[in-house]
């Protein structure tokens, strides 16, 4: 009947994941090594040693179940929640107590940083796209993008990514730091932090996208232009790339 156990378990993932299982295992197999002759070594140096890297073993295993039992519990009451919540804000709550245990801080960040993010992103410019063009400019929510009503949300955002990258120095956290500088109205900010982006993750689209929309709305703001006359429109767009085209062509027939 031992063995059903591990059975059960193998069905929803490793067997020996949780903890408790683990321990369980061990235990299972010490009682089997003392009852059953299969199991017992005849050599006394052989014994000794196995007996020491058991004893190691179990002083490494309760030293972190000690150390970090608590945050792998945190971990299992708290990720179930933060991902069956229909309500986005309490979603965060319970990610964000996560990442109050130094253990998780830098996943559950990374967590909170990565669905922020997309819920702002959505939220004020709705569409997967930097707006670039007239026409994608039109399907921002101006008042959110220069006097965004979630100033909290905003700023915990900021101040998470910036947290990991100075952990890790990893394109996304730069280019998200780069987003609420700009919701922000800091455009130089915003500009620098694209271009680190930039640096750690060069020819990406939406990095480029980024820092130009920073300078159009730094153009905007100095001029008193509106973004809307600033920025192409798509037919614009074509019109230079098709005049382009046919200057290359003309220089390789000189």
């Given at each position: 009947?031992?063995?059903?156990?591990?059975?059960?378990?193998?069905?929803?993932?490793?067997?020996?994941?949780?903890?408790?299982?683990?321990?369980?295992?061990?235990?299972?197999?010490?009682?089997?090594?003392?009852?059953?002759?299969?199991?017992?070594?005849k050599?006394?140096?052989?014994?000794?040693?196995s007996?020491?890297?058991?004893?190691?073993?179990?002083?490494?295993?309760?030293?972190?179940?000690?150390?970090?039992?608590?945050?792998?519990?945190?971990?299992l009451?708290y990720?179930?929640?933060?991902?069956?919540?229909?309500?986005?804000?309490?979603?965060?709550?319970?990610?964000d107590?996560?990442?109050?245990?130094?253990?998780?801080?830098?996943?559950?960040?990374?967590?909170?940083?990565?669905?922020?993010?997309?819920?702002?992103?959505?939220?004020?410019?709705?569409?997967?796209?930097?707006?670039?063009?007239?026409?994608?400019?039109?399907?921002?929510?101006?008042?959110?993008?220069?006097?965004?009503?979630?100033?909290?949300?905003?700023?915990?955002?900021c101040?998470?990514?910036?947290?990991?990258?100075?952990?890790?120095?990893?394109?996304?956290?730069?280019?998200?730091?780069?987003?609420t500088?700009?919701?922000?109205?800091?455009?130089?900010?915003?500009?620098?932090?694209?271009?680190?982006?930039?640096?750690?993750?060069?020819?990406?689209?939406?990095?480029?996208?980024?820092?130009h929309?920073?300078?159009?709305?730094?153009?905007?703001?100095?001029?008193?232009?509106?973004?809307?006359?600033?920025?192409?429109?798509?037919?614009?767009?074509?019109?230079?790339?098709?005049?382009?085209?046919?200057?290359?062509?003309?220089?390789?027939?000189?």
């Amino acid at each position: 009947l031992v063995v059903v156990i591990f059975i059960i378990q193998s069905m929803f993932s490793w067997p020996l994941r949780h903890p408790a299982l683990m321990l369980y295992f061990v235990v299972v197999i010490a009682c089997l090594a003392s009852n059953l002759e299969t199991f017992s070594l005849k050599t006394g140096l052989i014994k000794k040693i196995s007996y020491f890297f058991l004893s190691l073993f179990l002083i490494i295993y309760i030293t972190f179940f000690i150390s970090f039992g608590k945050a792998i519990a945190l971990e299992l009451y708290y990720i179930p929640k933060a991902k069956n919540s229909s309500n986005f804000f309490h979603s965060l709550t319970y990610v964000d107590k996560l990442s109050k245990n130094s253990f998780l801080i830098y996943g559950a960040n990374h967590l909170f940083v990565q669905k922020a993010f997309n819920y702002l992103w959505q939220d004020i410019f709705n569409s997967p796209f930097v707006p670039v063009t007239k026409e994608l400019y039109k399907k921002v929510n101006r008042e959110k993008l220069f006097h965004y009503d979630k100033r909290a949300l905003l700023e915990a955002t900021c101040k998470k990514a910036k947290l990991l990258y100075n952990l890790r120095p990893f394109w996304f956290y730069p280019f998200v730091i780069s987003f609420t500088e700009l919701v922000r109205g800091n455009y130089d900010n915003s500009y620098k932090y694209a271009k680190e982006a930039e640096h750690l993750k060069p020819n990406d689209e939406r990095v480029f996208a980024l820092m130009h929309f920073a300078n159009v709305l730094k153009a905007s703001k100095i001029t008193g232009k509106p973004v809307s006359e600033i920025l192409p429109s798509k037919e614009d767009i074509k019109a230079l790339q098709e005049g382009f085209r046919k200057s290359l062509e003309k220089n390789e027939k000189k």
